[in-house]
T-cell receptor, first 114, second 113 residues
């Protein structure tokens, strides 16, 4: 069964720590994305990658970093520079060039700073 | 600058009646508009989309209308069912901008039995 897997589902971070959220897809999609959702708000784009070894900043990239070494994987690191990291993080993928059906999303990671 | 807006944060409707969700946008260069449905603690799932060259798209109980002159789109759900209770996000994309999706803030729909 094809899909996107995000792990862990819940993650707790201490102040000053870096944490990495995993995102893996077996849909053979070229493009992958990271979004953040805060309570009562929409999804905001953090980073996106349209091809292996290439990625671009989204609207709220400060305090985050990504890598795209494999087509299947797009991990997100939340660094200590991110001042308000507590949020629900969503990874998505899409085939390049086809916007009729949009993205396939993972089930999300809830990150809490303790 | 919020390019996609959903001005109604919530909507309550009786089962069997019509649900109408609204969305406004500011960027006339968007190529596609999409609606996603989201349950708590889950990722959004694609519902229906419409190309900017069309004004209506229908899929079963779901119909999306696009009014380009007003920069407005709406999602109609007929008839509404209790399982439709969720948060609905409007989104828009531009091929020239890498097909990134820009989302509205969402509308929470409650369908009462």
């Amino acid at each position: 069964d094809g899909g996107i897997t995000q792990s862990p589902k819940y993650l707790f971070r201490k102040e000053g720590q870096n944490v990495t959220l995993s995102c893996e897809q077996n849909l053979n999609h070229d493009a992958m994305y990271w979004y953040r959702q805060d309570p009562g708000q929409g999804l905001r784009l953090i980073y996106y990658s349209q091809i292996v070894n290439d990625f671009q900043k989204g609207d709220i990239a400060e305090g985050y970093s990504v890598s795209r070494e494999k087509k299947e994987s797009f991990p997100l690191t939340v660094t200590s520079a991110q001042k308000n990291p507590t949020a629900f993080y969503l990874c998505a993928s899409s085939p390049s060039g086809d916007m009729g059906y949009g993205y396939t999303f993972g089930s999300g990671t809830r990150l809490t700073v303790v | 600058d919020q390019q996609v807006k959903q001005n109604s944060p919530s909507l309550s409707v009786q089962e069997g009646r019509i649900s109408i969700l609204n969305c406004d946008y500011t960027n006339s260069m968007f190529d596609y508009f999409l609606w996603y449905k989201k349950y708590p603690a889950e990722g959004p799932t694609f519902l229906i989309s419409i190309s900017s060259i069309k004004d209506k798209n229908e899929d079963g109980r779901f119909t999306v209308f696009l009014n380009k002159s007003a920069k407005h789109l709406s999602l109609h759900i007929v008839p509404s069912q209790p399982g439709d209770s969720a948060v609905y996000f409007c989104a828009a994309s531009r091929k020239a901008a890498g097909n990134k999706l820009t989302f509205g803030g969402g509308t929470r729909v409650l369908v009462k039995p």
